[in-house]
């Protein structure tokens, strides 16, 4: 092993003076959360959504991608950026031929062992965490037995608490809610808030013929079940509304489109490197919830809702309120139900949304995201940074220390009901690394490269 500078620059080591909560990292949904499926549901759940070492199967027909290594060619993307890592390293690690062990080693293992998690939040600058799953955000929303997804979810959700007792104070849970069902949605959300959990799921897409802006029944849908209890049962509960975005097609093979995200995916580059799909899926996805939260009426029919949009970045959020205030007033008599705030003042006082640690935009507009910023890893996944990136973008872009307080984690607890707790006060300047790990270097030197193919006086700021 040699020693890698990866924290220390120019002689000053990273430190800070307040707790930053995560509001959006992930695990990497392992086999130990299908062993809490209740026996009389076990037959059930395996024709729903089941995953062990052998693969991952929706609805007991169709293979889907789990998060097992031997689905993706180099290393797992979903497990890849942990303490000490970049964006540079990351991709340099995708060109370079891995060995089975050194795709081991770059697998953070605190994507499923939380001790190891909290190991890895002491090298990021982490406090605390909201633990969220991984590619069941993709698969659950299309089973198709109620029961099945209820089972699965309570399996789900029983596992997360446990998994997060290990670090008490640290790691928190979000539960999975079964959305086939508003009633069966409703019960575990529920029995979930009954145990402590502050945050509730939901993807924002058309699965299965039921897109969450279904609030009352309509002539054109009059057999389609709404969401009216669901959004009720968040109110009565105190829960917190998680929508989480995701850049997947469905499941399995659709005749219809069912995520704003998929024009991308049947048009665009495709799954190959799908650039087009990982950067705009989310903000898709994100973009089109808010909107008609937004024009609706939604948050004054539900005044005592609490939202948290996860993982759609946060930088086109100003723009979208100020445009959607303009037509809230234009499509007054338009909107189905009454509402007496802009959307802006309405999201304001019940939402937050997420942003990521290079979203230098966030920063400099941080008068308008102060008090609905909360900060995300999305680690371990291929995009995610640290808690010492973050503030750092944020002190160069002049972010007040009182600000960088609450976008770093005062706004989430706030929103969650969670007390703050620090832990970490300081980076280690050093990570011990092994000889073939990319060195800081020769990576500037090859990113000076990918860069600049043709050199940089071939290229032409603009």
Known sequence: ???????????????????????????NDPFEIWDYVEPEYRDLVKRSYWKDAKHAVLNGRTEVIG????????????????????????????????????????????????RARVKEMDLMGI??????PTMMVAHLPFVESIEGAAAFCRAYNNWSLDWCKQAPGRLYAAAALPVQSPGAAAEEIKRASKLGIKVGLIRPIDARGSYPNRLVR?????????????????????????????????????????????????????????????????????????????????????P????????????????????CDRLFKLYRQERLFPAKRLPSEAFEEQCVISFESDETPVFRQWDRFQKVGIWA????????????????????????????????????CRMYGIEQKLFVTEAPSVIERPAWFP????????????????????????
């Open 218 to 302: 309509t002539a054109d849908a009059a057999s389609v079940a709404t969401y009216d209890l669901v959004f009720r049962t968040f109110q009565e509960t105190g829960m917190v509304l998680g929508m989480h975005a995701f850049p997947t097609p469905p499941s399995e093979p659709s005749a219809t489109m069912v995520t704003p995200g998929e024009m991308l995916m049947r048009a665009g580059e495709g799954a190959v490197r799908a650039p087009d799909t990982q950067t705009m899926s989310f903000i898709y996805e994100g973009m089109t919830w808010l909107a008609q939260v937004f024009l609706s009426g939604f948050l004054d029919r539900y």
């Open 439 to 462: 060195k800081s270097e020769d990576l500037e030197q090859w990113w000076e490269r990918e860069a600049y193919p043709r050199g940089r006086h071939h290229h032409v700021k603009r």
């Open 377 to 412: 890893s999305d680690a371990y996944h291929h995009d995610a940074a640290d808690a010492w990136s973050g503030i750092k973008e944020m002190e160069e872009a002049g972010v007040p220390l009182a600000v960088q307080k609450r976008l770093m984690g005062e706004n989430a």
């Open 304 to 323: 005592k809702l609490k939202m948290a949009i996860f993982e759609c970045n946060a930088t086109w959020l100003p723009p979208l309120l100020d445009h």
């Open 127 to 132: 406090d605390q965490v909201l633990v969220i």
């Open 67 to 114: 998060g097992a290594n031997s689905e993706f060619p180099t290393f797992n993307p979903i497990c890849i950026a942990g303490p000490g890592f970049n964006k540079k390293i990351i991709r340099k690690l995708g060109q370079m031929p891995l060995t089975p062990e050194q795709a081991d080693y770059v697998e953070h293992k605190g994507a499923k062992d939380p």
């Open 1 to 27: 092993m040699e020693s890698y500078l990866s924290f220390e620059e120019d002689g000053v080591t990273h430190k800070k003076s307040f707790p930053v909560f995560d509001c959006d990292a992930h695990i």
